[in-house]
Nanobody
C-alpha cells in the first residue's frame, strides 16, 4: 500500500484547507484510514479516523471543525478542515491499517498563521 498526501499549505486563522490522501497498491486490504498530525516538538497525534464501517472518530480539539471522508471510487481519503486555528499547525499524515501491516503517507505541512 502506498499513500500520497497533498493539500497542505498556509491558511489564515478561520480559514479552510482540504487534505487528500491517495491510496494505491493492495487497497482492498485496508480496513482503517486515519489522519494524524505532528506539531513541532510534540508527539504525533490522531486527528480523525475512518473505519471500514463508514464511521468516523474525531479528536476533541477538532470536533465540529474537521470532517473526514473517503471516496472508494477514487481510493482517496480526505480531511476537510474549517475554522482553522494556529494550534492546528503541523505536519499531517495519512495512515492506513490492513491485516498485513501499517502504512504512512509522506506528510503534508499545514501552517495556520495571519
Amino acid at each position: 500500500v502506498q499513500l500520497q498526501a497533498s493539500g497542505g499549505g498556509l491558511a489564515q486563522p478561520g480559514g479552510s484547507l482540504r487534505l487528500s490522501c491517495a491510496a494505491s497498491g493492495s487497497i482492498s486490504s485496508i480496513t482503517i484510514m486515519d489522519w494524524y498530525r505532528q506539531a513541532a516538538g510534540k508527539e504525533r497525534e490522531l486527528v480523525a479516523a475512518w473505519n471500514g464501517y463508514g464511521r468516523a472518530y474525531y479528536a476533541e480539539p477538532v470536533k465540529g471543525r474537521f470532517t473526514i471522508s473517503r471516496d472508494n471510487a477514487k481510493n482517496t481519503l480526505y480531511l476537510e478542515m474549517n475554522s482553522l486555528k494556529p494550534e492546528d499547525t503541523g505536519v499531517y499524515y495519512c495512515y492506513a491499517g490492513a491485516p498485513g501491516g501499517s502504512y504512512w503517507g509522506q506528510g503534508t505541512q499545514v501552517t495556520v498563521s495571519s
